[in-house]
């Protein structure tokens, strides 16, 4: 059974740091696509930033340059790191993983909210 336990979230002030964690289990983690999303209230969930298991990385217009995205495959973990916050930022953001062998849709973290105050 796949797992997602996400951690790190938060609140803090604009341009204050954070870094997300979320701890896989029940896939190879090594052949894994990764990726964290956001949503806001009101708002439709939103790629934030996204590995693949190559270590190509993609990021939002909106973060390219604040938050870089990371992985450890001995841990299993795959990390967010957020940089120069903005209140725009507050929102609950999701990890997401999906094995390059596997056809389905992935599977989801929880959930950890962020909060950045201006």
């Known amino acids: 059974q796949v797992q997602l336990v996400e951690s790190g979230g938060g609140l803090v002030q604009a341009g204050d740091s954070l870094r997300l964690a979320c701890a896989v289990s029940?896939?190879?983690?090594?052949?894994?696509?990764l990726a964290w999303y956001r949503q806001a209230p009101g708002k439709e969930r939103e790629l934030v930033a996204g590995?693949?298991?190559?270590?190509?990385?993609v990021y939002a217009s909106s973060v390219k340059g604040r938050f870089t995205i990371s992985r450890d495959n001995a841990k299993s973990t795959f990390y967010l790191q957020m940089n120069s916050l903005k209140p725009e930022d507050t929102a609950v953001y999701l990890c997401w993983v999906r094995d390059d062998y596997d056809a389905g849709s992935g599977s989801w973290g929880q959930g950890t909210q962020v909060t950045v105050t201006s």
């Open positions: 590995i693949t298991s190559g270590d190509s990385t």
């Open positions: 029940g896939l190879n983690f090594g052949t894994c696509g």
